[in-house]
């Protein structure tokens, strides 16, 4: 089936230690994004890439690292200069924006990282 | 990116329609209109999505006004699994780095009654 998959989806970390998020599709999306959610809050927008080996800052990148070697694969490094890392990490991919074209993105379910 | 303003909650009767504003005063000419849906700790589901005519699928409505400053989604017999946190976002058609930037706001928290 086509999809997008987060793993794992809890995370324990200790303070101090880089972690990285897995997040894979085979919907052969070209854009995939990587958001942050805090209790009773909304979506954060953390980074973006459209295209391989390419990708831009969201709203909150700082702390954050990514990269986008292949197209199926944005894995997101929360590193150990991000102060609040604890939070729900949803990552999405969706086609390239169009014109008419319906570009609705697809989400996966998330990884939860507790950081203590 | 536009930005767009929702109330942060409300409340429906089992049955009834829910009726979901939505203002994005400062959309421009290419920005579409999108609609998701949070339920609790899962990823957003997409709902709907317009430019300026009226739509409808099996899930929703979308009503967006003429001068397209504001949009309602209408969910026609609201469920108790309608209960969920409502996402109205602006996106630009167009490719580059602008069309493909997908930003949330707080989304409105609705809470079907029985």
């Known amino acids: 089936d086509g999809g997008i998959t987060q793993s794992p989806k809890y995370l324990f970390r200790k303070e101090g230690q880089n972690v990285t998020l897995s997040c894979e599709q085979n919907?052969?999306?070209?854009?995939m994004y990587w958001y942050r959610q805090d209790p009773g809050q909304g979506l954060r927008l953390i980074y973006y890439?459209?295209?391989?080996?390419?990708?831009q800052k969201g709203d909150i990148a700082e702390g954050y690292s990514v990269s986008r070697e292949k197209k199926e694969s944005f894995p997101l490094t929360v590193t150990s200069a991000q102060k609040n890392p604890t939070a729900f990490y949803l990552c999405?991919?969706?086609?390239?924006?169009?014109?008419?074209?319906?570009?609705?993105?697809?989400f996966g379910q998330g990884t939860r990282l507790t950081v203590v | 990116d536009a930005k767009t303003t929702q109330p942060p909650s409300m409340d429906c009767a089992e049955g009834r329609a829910a009726n979901l504003p939505c203002n994005h005063s400062?959309?421009?000419?290419?920005?579409?209109v999108y609609w998701y849906r949070q339920i609790h700790s899962q990823g957003p589901q997409y709902i709907i999505h317009?430019?300026?005519n009226n739509e409808t699928n099996e899930m929703a409505s979308l009503i967006i006004t003429e001068d397209r400053k504001s949009s309602t989604l209408i969910l026609p017999h609201a469920t108790l699994r309608d209960t969920a946190v409502y996402y109205c976002?602006?996106?630009?058609?167009?490719?580059?780095?602008?069309?493909?930037?997908?930003?949330f706001g707080g989304g409105t928290r609705v809470l079907v009654k029985p």
């Open positions: 976002i602006v996106r630009s058609g167009r490719r580059g780095a602008a069309g493909n930037k997908l930003t």
């Open positions: 999405a991919s969706s086609p390239i924006a169009d014109g008419a074209l319906n570009t609705e993105a697809f």
């Open positions: 317009g430019l300026k």
């Open positions: 919907l052969n999306h070209d854009a």
């Open positions: 890439s459209q295209i391989v080996n390419d990708f």
């Open positions: 400062t959309i421009s000419g290419n920005e579409y």
